[in-house]
């Protein structure tokens, strides 16, 4: 079967999540225990996703997208690449909290778009009720 080359953000974050906690949960405790080893050849297997759109997306995308750099110059790294001789490490707790704005937006549009649907029958059955009475 054929690797899927497209998936969402949300999919890719969520999945490391949930694959991934109990090592968070388990980790030793030093400077960089919030710093989760992860494979991202298991991940695109688990996904059936290309290994490589893992590792790009990732490294590449959202790296630089949620990565960040302090008032005193330490580099806060969302995915780093080698941390501590390890490669491959996601900022677990960070992770966390990008999750939990996705899932908040979503919410967010899902309910603004049911707010619109209700708007639309309510001006449907408006005219509907102008139409019937007109009839009289």
Known sequence: MRKSLTFSDYFLLNTIQKMYEGDYINRDNNKTAFYIRIDCEVIAKFMNVDPEMV??????????KYGYTENDKT??????????GVRHCI?????????????DDQKE??????????????????????YLMGKN
């Not at 590792?55 to 630089?64: D, G, I, P, S």
């Not at 707790?93 to 996705?102: F, G, N």
């Open 55 to 64: 590792f790009q997306r990732l490294y590449y995308h959202l790296n630089k």
């Open 75 to 84: 580099k806060v790294e969302f995915f780093a690449f080698e941390i501590g």
């Open 91 to 103: 900022n677990y707790p960070y992770l966390c909290a990008v999750l939990a704005t996705m899932e």
């Open 109 to 130: 549009l899902r309910n603004t778009k049911r707010l619109a649907w209700a708007s639309l029958v309510i001006s449907i059955l408006g005219i509907f009720v102008q």
